[in-house]
């Protein structure tokens, strides 16, 4: 059985209603934070910024978009500039922000977006932000494209500072950091149960066997699948119905390739240097002065873009950058699935070894 | 110090509703700091006076009259810079949707049978201002938007390169944190049509309708799949392929 005393019971269903344990822990956390969160908006959850309590609601399904944009923004000034007056400041917009609903494949996304803007050149912009930020996590059921039970990030132990488990009647709380047990302890919660804990256990058993998606190979194995996939016809294929419409870069948790670009005001003077997204499935990402494009066909860029996650930064960082959140093929209109995609080619290595 | 000539900027238009001039106008925070650096000379909306010797020329509208090719060919030879301003102007817009029947049905429909025996309301396939003269930059959309316009201006008056957009409108609607339209069981043009618009249309509720044209390379037969898939009929696709873009898929 799990250590009982991880955990500790805030009552409450999964809205934040009135004198819900849930909307304890989101007023104590709008007084000294920006709050975001899980909010259904269109019949579907987003993440959004949260006013008042009554509005989180945590929902066990993922969101098209993930939650980059709180500490990757789609558009953010870098610097501003006059110069006429010979002035340059850079800017860092950052403020203490909390971020509610986050699940495990999304805090395990931050773990390896916070190892890519500290290397090399550390992103000040970035690692402001993230030092300002307090993640609680949520727990999930798998949907039809979820797979992170094939990259091993199924599960949290840490990269989060309160994670909420939802059991039937409330929450059984885990904290991960000083800060997220300070607020814990705030909230003077008794320990959980042993009939409490066990509920727990029998949900994650439920949803370890409720995953439809999956990899046919194991994490550490992938990075030699793509290497030698090259020559496979199935980029091609899926590069022949690709609109290179970059969904799959902008809803991927860990995608964080960015342009930058300078805006003049109309004085002419003065200016912002901004960073807005960017996308290797873009027509336009890869091209350079001159004309010269490093890969100008759709094929060539899906390959590239499959490769960053499963290949060319493993290599980099040790592990894959694929979460398996399942949001690219979401949100694919031409249903390009990133886990058919890369069973396909595991089933072509397995056909080429000896 | 002699005092530099400031570039003349003319604003012309043709076959439109004239919207696009409006957005211009509408820049009231930018304009004080604009006019310091540019002369107007020509700008139907907004002033009376008329020149034929200006630098810079921006053209709204599409080209349905005779006497329309003549008068873009003038502003060609008159000016070192055109920019297509606006829908109209850029991929030929609305317009073009009567491009679809004979001129002749077209005239009878609009301005009733007597119209066909009057010189008065001669009419030719719309065209797109390209099809006619060269042009150097565009501002696409219907309306510009008011952040290309000042990007275009302040890089034309610093002599660098604009800032193009060649993404499609799902890049800016991800960044706008939309939820998907076809996600909301509706249907949209906008992973083949050209952004730079912060998907304004969806951000508000409705759906990419296309009016900023197709993006360089689009894959349009893909789209086409995907709208069939959604419950579109070919015909339906077609229809919604054309609305900004009968110039553009067919040449006319």
């Given at each position: 059985m799990k250590n009982i005393e991880f955990f500790r019971y805030l009552p409450g269903a999964?809205?934040?209603?009135?004198?819900?344990g849930l909307k304890k822990l989101v007023n104590t956390l709008l007084k000294e934070h920006r709050v975001y969160g899980t909010v259904k908006r269109d019949g579907f959850p987003v993440y959004a910024e949260i006013?008042?309590?009554?509005?989180l609601e945590l929902f066990s399904t993922p969101t098209h978009?993930?939650?980059?944009q709180f500490l990757f923004p789609p558009r953010e000034t870098l610097l501003r500039y006059d110069i006429r007056r010979h002035l340059h400041e850079a800017v860092i917009e950052s403020e203490r922000q909390a971020i509610i609903g986050l699940h495990p494949c999304d805090i395990h996304a931050i773990a390896l977006m916070d190892e890519v803007w500290a290397?090399?050149?550390?992103d000040a912009n970035y690692l402001s932000r993230r030092e300002k930020t307090l993640i609680v996590g949520a727990d999930c059921m798998p949907d039809e494209?979820?797979?992170c039970k094939s990259l091993g990030t199924?599960?949290?132990?840490?990269?989060?500072d309160i994670f909420l488990h939802k059991i039937k009647k409330g929450f059984l709380v885990r904290t991960a950091s000083d800060k997220g047990e300070e607020i814990i302890a705030g909230l003077k919660l008794r320990e959980a149960k042993p009939y409490e804990v066990k509920e727990l256990e029998e949900r994650e058993r439920l949803r370890e066997a409720s995953f439809k998606a999956r990899l046919d190979a194991l994490p550490k194995d992938l990075p030699e699948v793509f290497a030698s996939s090259n020559e496979s016809t199935v980029w091609e294929r899926i590069g022949s119905i690709?609109?290179?419409?970059g969904s799959c870069n902008t809803v991927?948790?860990?995608?964080?390739c960015f342009d930058i670009k300078d805006e003049v005001k109309a004085s002419l003077s003065e200016g912002e240097r901004v960073r807005v997204w960017d996308g290797c499935?873009?027509?336009?990402?890869?091209k350079v002065a001159g004309g010269?494009?490093?890969?100008?066909t759709r094929a060539e860029r899906l390959r590239h873009r499959f490769n960053r996650k499963f290949r060319y930064l493993t290599d980099r960082f040790?592990?894959?950058?694929?979460?398996?959140?399942?949001r690219c093929s979401r949100a694919c209109l031409v249903k390009i699935n990133i886990t058919e995609v890369t069973n396909e080619l595991i089933r072509e290595s397995n056909k080429r070894r000896p | 110090m002699e005092k530099k000539e400031l570039p003349r900027l003319a604003f012309f238009s043709f076959t439109c509703c004239e919207g696009c001039q409006l957005v211009v106008l509408s820049c009231e925070d930018e304009l004080p700091d604009i006019l310091s650096l540019v002369k107007i000379v020509n700008f139907r909306e907004a002033m009376d006076q008329k020149s034929?010797?200006?630098?810079i020329a921006f053209v709204e509208g599409s080209i349905t009259k005779a006497e329309e090719v003549r008068k873009l060919k003038k502003i060609r030879k008159n000016a070192r810079v055109v920019v297509a301003l606006g829908a109209c102007s850029s991929?030929?817009?609305?317009?073009?949707?009567?491009?679809?029947?004979?001129m002749e049905e077209v005239k009878k429909e609009v301005?009733?049978?007597?119209?066909?025996?009057?010189?008065?309301?001669a009419t030719l396939p719309t065209r797109a201002i390209d099809e006619i003269i060269q042009v150097d930059y565009y501002l696409h959309g219907?309306?510009?938007?008011k952040k290309e316009f000042l990007n275009l201006t302040t890089s034309l008056l610093l002599g660098k390169r604009p800032d193009t957009t060649n993404h499609p409108v799902c890049v800016d609607c991800k960044m706008a944190g939309n939820t998907c339209v076809f996600e909301k069981d509706m249907t949209c043009v906008g992973p083949i049509t050209r952004a730079g618009c912060d998907a304004i249309c969806v951000t508000y509720g409705a759906i990419c309708w296309?009016?900023?044209?197709?993006?360089?390379?689009?894959?349009t037969d893909a789209h086409a799949e995907t709208l069939k898939r959604h419950g579109l009929t070919a015909d339906a696709v077609m229809r919604k392929f054309s609305l900004y873009g009968t110039c553009k898929t067919r040449k006319c």
């Open positions: 999964a809205k934040a209603k009135s004198a819900s006013a008042d309590a009554s509005e978009l993930s939650a980059k290397y090399g050149r550390p494209y979820c797979f199924m599960n949290v132990n840490d990269g989060f690709c609109t290179g419409c991927c948790p860990t995608c964080y499935t873009l027509e336009d990402f890869a010269h494009d490093f890969r100008k040790g592990m894959p950058f694929c979460v398996g959140c399942g | 034929d010797v200006y630098d991929t030929g817009g609305l317009n073009c949707l009567k491009n679809r029947w004979p301005y009733g049978k007597d119209a066909l025996r009057s010189e008065l309301f219907c309306p510009i938007s296309g009016c900023r044209g197709l993006v360089d390379n689009p894959n």
